[in-house]
């Protein structure tokens, strides 16, 4: 039965192309070749534009994937260094908190002070949160005020040491009032603070 | 020898005909096949490329979760590094404004009062102060000029000037009372300890 229809088939085809003049046979080649090639260049123009987005994608993968076993050597060099640092990994926080440390900021301004002579008697700023700065961010700059009186050569010493500070301390103003031996002095100061660094493997938009 | 094609003209006719028929069907054919396998390579391309951006993906992955277990303090470790190099340009960018107290120190104290310094962020100090006389005024700013290379600690010829670009940029009032205002740009870099 199945092979009976398959003859009816093919005999129905055979039929159809020998009732076609050849003339118009070769019209409908040509018509199919044109069709066939205008979908392949269609479907192979949206092909082409996902394989080369892709290959921007692995490039960028590449480039990420290379960084990231770079980062591991790196760390994994940088590891036992780190962990001969000691106390001075405490010394280096200090010196650039992720946060602003006012406590401990002010703490240093009162040991400056002593170590100097001066009496420091105020010492203010703007920041009204101690939270950690953003993580991979760059310097932030923190502006504090501080007021001391001591005499003209303490305060001489005092900006001395506020100089060889391990925390960048920047001096942007100095005002100065009183006698030489009673010389009241309001700095202006700029001290700084950096967010963690950014571990994280991020995501990127490839067009 | 003469060949004569003794075939009859419609049998030829024929002959033709079916020729222009296998042709056309061949070339039609030849388009469909090459356009569907330019096609299936493409797919095929596209495939591959896909499983190397998943294997790309995991081999990332893999690394950072290497990273957590290898290197459990590896974000202090980069933070220590980030902030170490920053503190390199920090310390480079310090400024000696002390340096300006020492040239006043040198210059008579009782001559010369001091009301304001300010250093703006290009380094550019404005000095404020009254003195007993122009002249007083003027030894401050002379003396700043050669901080460092004639006066302070260590004062060499060699030296980098502590300050350059030192401008009376203001001087006014009357002999005993006299203001001014002196603009300097000052010396950066690294201070030591002494």
């Known amino acids: 039965m199945a092979n009976k229809t398959t003859a009816k088939k093919v005999s129905k085809k055979q039929e159809f192309a020998n009732n076609l003049s050849t003339s118009n046979l070769i019209a409908v080649s040509i018509l199919i070749s044109i069709l066939s090639i205008v979908l392949a260049i269609i479907i192979g123009r949206m092909l082409v534009s996902s394989l080369m987005l892709n290959a921007r994608v692995i490039g960028k993968k590449t480039t990420a994937s290379k960084q990231i076993n770079t980062n591991y050597d790196n760390l994994k060099g940088l590891q036992s260094s780190y962990n001969s640092l000691g106390s001075l990994r405490e010394t280096a926080s200090n010196a650039l908190p992720t946060r602003p440390e006012l406590p401990l900021l002010w703490a240093m301004m009162e040991n400056i002070g002593n170590s100097s002579g001066v009496s420091t008697s105020s010492v203010t700023s703007v920041v009204t949160s101690d939270i950690d700065a953003p993580a991979g961010g760059t310097v932030q700059q923190l502006p504090i005020t501080v007021s001391v009186e001591g005499s003209y050569e303490a305060i001489q010493t005092y900006l001395k040491n506020i100089e060889l500070s391990t925390r960048p301390l920047r001096v942007v103003n100095v005002t100065l009032s009183g006698t030489n031996n009673s010389v009241q002095a309001n700095l202006l100061i700029t001290t700084y603070y950096q967010g963690p660094a950014d571990l994280n493997v991020g995501s990127e938009v490839v067009r | ?194």
Do not use: C, W
Not at chain 2, 89 to 101: D, E, P, R
Not at chain 2, 152 to 180: H, I, Q, R, W, Y
């Open chain 2, 1 to 194: 020898m003469v060949h004569i094609n003794l075939l009859p003209d419609a049998r030829k006719d024929k002959l033709r005909d079916q020729s222009n028929r296998q042709l056309a069907i061949s070339a039609a054919t030849t388009a469909v096949i090459a356009s569907v396998a330019g096609l299936v390579l493409l797919v095929v391309i596209t495939q591959a490329q896909s499983l190397q951006i998943r294997l790309l993906t995991n081999s990332i992955k893999d690394k950072q979760a290497q990273i957590a277990q290898d290197v459990p303090e590896a974000q202090a470790i980069a933070t220590m590094q980030t902030h170490l190099d920053s503190l390199g340009n920090l310390y480079g960018q310090q400024v000696k404004m002390s340096k300006f107290f020492t040239v006043l120190g040198k210059v008579s104290n009782n001559d010369v009062s001091i009301s304001s310094v300010s250093l703006d962020a290009a380094n550019k100090l404005t000095v404020t102060g009254t003195a007993r006389s122009f002249n007083a005024a003027s030894k401050l700013a002379e003396a700043m000029k050669v901080s460092n290379t004639e006066i302070g600690e260590n004062a060499s010829p060699s030296n980098t000037p502590d300050f350059s670009n030192v401008l009376m940029a203001s001087l006014s009032g009357s002999e005993g009372k006299a203001s001014f205002t002196i603009t300097a740009t000052v010396a950066t870099g690294v201070t030591h300890g002494k």
